[in-house]
């Protein structure tokens, strides 16, 4: 037990034990005194052998009570294997195709001009399709500047995004040792958000604890790319979940651990995913950030199949894009619907891991009429995006009336009830859909909307596929290798499907999934609730090679002790759960 006479030398004993540890020489470690200025800067001291830490923080709380409630101790080898290089993570850049020496242009002739002598030692890293990058400087003072003047140059009219990393020493973590990433939406869920990354900031390192406003998931990514072993907790709606899985797909074969599994607190209006993952319908607050923490502890570890969504319109097929619109070569339906498309695109939802533009404007190439999505959750054709397409609309327009899950279902109810006293509707737009699953094709009745699953919560919880046994069907999980294609013939059935009262219209089971659009107007799509009205096009859904590893909360609790929790969470094996 640490106490008001441990000397530092007899903490650093002390936290080596705890760490498990005991086999290294205490002599080759610091106690390092960090006071967190902000998220990102730091001042830090190395405390003598015979100095009392305790004393230190009695100290500081006479001082400053803000201080005292900033100031951590952490381990830190004397050798450093990064030296004293600094790590400057830079977001905000135009996004590629671009060279390493275009970016080179853009920093050293345009930003650091008048600051030769500021050029990094090293790009480490760049995400090309975020337009990201990672420079290293073998030493703190010419980082510092350099993270001065980045900080206030622009780019295209855009403030770069700057932000200094924290160094973790993989060495000093025992190999029985799986330390937490914490990524934390604060726009999610109201305050909520903002709360809990207060909350495990304290109960954690903070150096592990990432908000996501902040250049997204790829600074934690990057801090945490040469640990062998850890897990990863997303705070956030089902988006936020897609957009950590989606910067795992392109930074991953560059770390050590390549799938770390992921655990969620459901901060969103649907949180499906988090549903079937048994991390519940939403976050209420009620519950102890600490408590939270112990749920990850004790999660297992279960495989999420995921899936490539492919749309590949034909040049004889496609509706005019907008300069032919422009030009008075078609109708206004058609280019509200491309104007509604880009509008769509412009929302503040995390991007999809693989895209490439649908379609040119000579339209000249296969590759540029096509497009391609990572899909987790479902993709939706019809009404059910039709009224998804609606809601993100008007919660681009008016965000501040959507701050909590009961807004948001109270707009998709008046959203329902104005579609159902619309005629019309599209109520046949099945008349012109061919679906094929596996090579067979689907017959199809009269539906409004029809939905491909991967996973058994739709719209806030609703069990579209049903509880009934039916020998045709396999039971459906979300690691079994097939999707569940569902229909819903119209407003009123959907809700009924929301209340409980019924289920879905079961078409089809299968892997590979193929969808002709012969109509002549677009259609409402979705994909993981990101919306927008799809021009005719084929559309392919086939199982994806990108993997993801999920933490599925245990129904049953193990017995808890009352204890701090450690900075780090003992592996859980892959049971092979899926």
């Given at each position: 037990k640490v106490t008001s006479s441990?000397?530092?030398?007899?903490?650093?004993?002390?936290?080596?034990?705890?760490?498990?540890?005991?086999?290294?020489?205490?002599?080759?470690?610091?106690?390092?005194?960090?006071?967190?200025?902000?998220?990102?800067?730091?001042?830090?001291?190395?405390?003598?052998?015979?100095?009392?830490?305790?004393?230190?923080?009695?100290?500081?709380?006479?001082?400053?009570?803000?201080?005292?409630?900033?100031?951590?101790?952490?381990?830190?080898?004397?050798?450093?294997?990064?030296?004293?290089?600094?790590?400057?993570?830079?977001?905000?850049?135009?996004?590629?195709?671009?060279?390493?020496?275009?970016?080179?242009?853009?920093?050293?002739?345009?930003?650091?001009?008048?600051?030769?002598?500021?050029?990094?030692?090293?790009?480490?890293?760049?995400?090309?399709?975020?337009?990201?990058?990672?420079?290293?400087?073998?030493?703190?003072?010419?980082?510092?500047?350099?993270?001065?003047?980045?900080?206030?140059?622009?780019?295209?009219?855009?403030?770069?995004?700057?932000?200094?990393?924290?160094?973790?020493?993989?060495?000093?973590?025992?190999?029985?040792?799986?330390?937490?990433?914490?990524?934390?939406?604060?726009?999610?869920?109201?305050?909520?958000?903002?709360?809990?990354?207060?909350?495990?900031?304290?109960?954690?390192?903070?150096?592990?604890?990432?908000?996501?406003?902040?250049?997204?998931?790829?600074?934690g990514l990057y801090v945490f790319r040469n640990i062998p072993h850890y897990r990863i907790l997303a705070c956030g709606g089902d988006g936020t979940v897609g957009w950590v899985l989606s910067c795992l797909d392109n930074v991953g074969q560059d770390a050590l651990c390549q799938s770390p599994p992921v655990g969620i607190v459901p901060l969103g209006t649907g949180n499906d995913l988090a549903r079937v993952l048994r991390w519940g319908s939403g976050y209420a607050g009620g519950e102890e950030p600490l408590a939270l923490l112990r749920d990850i502890v004790e999660a297992e570890e279960i495989k999420l199949d995921r899936w490539t969504v492919v749309f590949h319109q034909d040049q004889d097929k496609r509706l005019p894009t907008v300069p032919e619109i422009n030009s008075g070569k078609s109708t206004s339906a058609v280019r509200k619907a491309e104007e509604n498309r880009k509008n769509i695109r412009k929302l503040n939802l995390p991007p999809p891991s693989i895209t490439v533009p649908l379609v040119s404007q000579e339209g000249s190439t296969s590759e540029d009429k096509t497009e391609m999505f990572v899909m987790n959750n479902y993709f939706g054709l019809g009404l059910d995006a039709d009224i998804c397409l609606d809601f993100h609309m008007a919660r681009e327009e008016n965000p501040n009336k959507f701050n909590s899950r009961i807004q948001a279902k109270g707009y998709y109810l008046k959203t329902g009830i104005r579609k159902m006293m619309k005629k019309g509707g599209l109520k046949d737009f099945t008349r012109d859909i061919v679906v094929e699953v596996d090579g067979k094709r689907v017959d199809l009745p009269q539906l409004e909307g029809i939905v491909i699953m991967n996973i058994l919560s739709w719209a806030s919880g609703a069990n579209l596929w049903g509880h009934e046994k039916d020998e045709k069907f396999n039971r459906p999980t979300h690691y079994d290798g097939m999707l569940e294609v569902v229909g819903v013939t119209g407003i009123v059935h959907l809700g009924q499907i929301q209340s409980g009262i019924r289920s879905g219209v079961r078409l089809a089971q299968g892997g590979h999934v193929h969808i002709r659009m012969n109509n002549d107007y677009p259609v409402p799509v979705q994909v993981d609730g990101e919306p927008w009205l799809q021009p005719p096009c084929d559309i392919t859904i086939i199982r994806s090679a990108l993997k993801a590893t999920m933490l599925r909360k245990r129904k049953s609790k193990i017995k808890r002790r009352n204890t701090e929790p450690s900075v780090f969470f003992p592996d859980v094996d892959d049971d092979s759960k899926g």
């Open positions: 441990s000397t530092t030398s007899e903490v650093i004993a002390k936290a080596l034990s705890d760490f498990g540890l005991t086999n290294v020489n205490a002599e080759k470690y610091s106690l390092v005194e960090v006071l967190l200025i902000s998220n990102v800067n730091y001042t830090d001291r190395i405390l003598e052998p015979n100095e009392y830490p305790l004393h230190v923080l009695r100290q500081q709380r006479k001082e400053s009570v803000r201080s005292h409630r900033v100031t951590r101790f952490y381990l830190q080898h004397k050798d450093d294997p990064h030296g004293p290089s600094v790590s400057l993570f830079v977001g905000n850049l135009p996004p590629g195709p671009r060279t390493e020496k275009q970016y080179e242009k853009i920093l050293f002739q345009d930003i650091f001009k008048s600051n030769k002598d500021l050029k990094w030692d090293n790009m480490d890293v760049i995400y090309y399709e975020h337009g990201a990058m990672v420079l290293v400087y073998n030493d703190s003072d010419r980082a510092t500047r350099a993270y001065t003047i980045l900080r206030q140059a622009y780019h295209d009219q855009k403030q770069l995004l700057v932000l200094m990393l924290p160094n973790i020493q993989p060495q000093v973590i025992s190999s029985n040792i799986s330390p937490l990433l914490v990524f934390v939406n604060v726009k999610s869920g109201g305050q909520q958000g903002a709360e809990l990354i207060t909350n495990f900031r304290h109960l954690l390192n903070p150096h592990q604890v990432f908000d996501l406003q902040n250049g997204g998931p790829l600074p």
